[in-house]
């Protein structure tokens, strides 16, 4: 084959490319503008099944297919009622929500009280129901656990992201062995522990304590072995975080809350929170932004809220305030 074969071949098949590419160029420009007035700006009303231009006012698509359900429902209670989809799946429940559940109460449809004998069935329906949605020792394990940290977080006030996160890492360690020669309700306690520090909503080891079954020893020796084997990610908590909590708990306001930020990032700058209580600190920023702010707050108040001594909040309190002053010095 000649050389001027190669070349001819060559430039043949980059204009086979350059061709290619207009053309798919030319589609995207087709689907994306309208055919009328070249614009992009397109609408899709979903109500009536149409894409429209915003500037021309052409309809560019019509007759879209309809994703959503075949009824309409004019307020919230008319489309729940029409509404035939369950729940969606949730790691905060043992059998993730897909099992059925049958109701408490003894009545029919139409509300009416059920006789002696349907009762009596309807109880033993349920007997039957609870024991075939915990049907092995590992389901019972996890029911118990999961109901554990539910009761724990709504004590704590976590939100719902936070219950999913533990609900996750106690099925991890539920799967990976860690619980032999371990209490479920401390390695339940531990993942709810863990999964508010990766979430930025922590709590103190104390306050975890006061909802727990189990002891403050046995939390943070069952915390520290989880997040080893299951190599959980966890940075240490920020004494800011805290601040709102404190601050929203007495009552204060949006100026000493900021007072109470910048003291912290001086601290930290200065490098005065390296090894001592991020609750501490935050506690006795708190207590200091109250009194630059001229609000009355006492440090058995903050003591109380934050669940730690006074002598605590009066010692962080110094150290805060001596790296102000050396910073404006």
């Not at 009824?71 to 729940?87: I, L, M, P």
């Not at 940290?149 to 996160?165: C, F, W």
């Not at 403050?216 to 909590?245: C, F, G, H, M, N």
Request: aromatic share 4%; net charge negative.
């Amino acid at each position: 084959m000649t050389e001027t074969t190669r070349s001819f071949r060559t430039r043949s098949a980059r204009a086979r490319e350059n061709e290619g590419e207009e053309e798919e160029t030319q589609e995207e420009d087709e689907t994306l503008r309208c055919p009328e007035c070249g614009s992009t700006n397109l609408v899709n009303d979903s109500e009536h099944g149409e894409t429209v231009c915003e500037e021309c006012g052409l309809v560019v698509e019509e007759d879209a297919v309809d994703h959503g359900p075949e009824w309409r429902a004019f307020d919230s209670s008319e489309r729940d009622q029409k509404s035939r989809v369950g729940a969606p799946t949730t790691n905060m429940m043992h059998d993730k929500g897909l099992s059925t559940n049958i109701g408490w109460q003894d009545k029919d449809a139409y509300g009416n009280s059920l006789s002696s004998n349907q009762r009596q069935k309807m109880q033993r329906l349920r007997t039957w129901n609870e024991r075939f949605r915990t049907r092995d020792s590992k389901e019972r394990n996890l029911k118990q656990a999961l109901g554990e940290i539910d009761r724990m977080a709504s004590a704590l006030g976590l939100p719902d992201n936070v219950r999913e996160t533990a609900s996750v890492i106690y099925r991890r360690a539920l799967d990976d062995d860690l619980l032999p020669g371990r209490s479920i309700e401390g390695v339940a306690t531990s993942a709810l522990y863990a999964a508010a520090r990766m979430a930025g909503t922590p709590r103190s080891l104390d306050e975890i304590t006061s909802v727990s079954r189990v002891g403050k020893d046995e939390i943070s020796r069952t915390y520290r072995y989880v997040v080893r084997e299951l190599s959980l990610e966890i940075e240490p908590a920020d004494p800011e975080q805290y601040v709102p909590r404190f601050a929203s708990d007495l009552d204060l306001s949006d100026e000493s809350e900021r007072h109470a930020r910048q003291l912290l990032k001086t601290a930290k700058e200065q490098g005065i929170h390296s090894g001592k209580s991020p609750v501490g600190l935050a506690a006795a920023a708190i207590y200091a932004a109250s009194l630059l702010a001229n609000e009355k707050v006492t440090q058995s108040q903050v003591s109380e809220v934050a669940n730690i001594s006074e002598v605590t909040i009066r010692n962080r309190y110094h150290e805060l305030l001596e790296a102000e002053e050396h910073l404006v010095a």
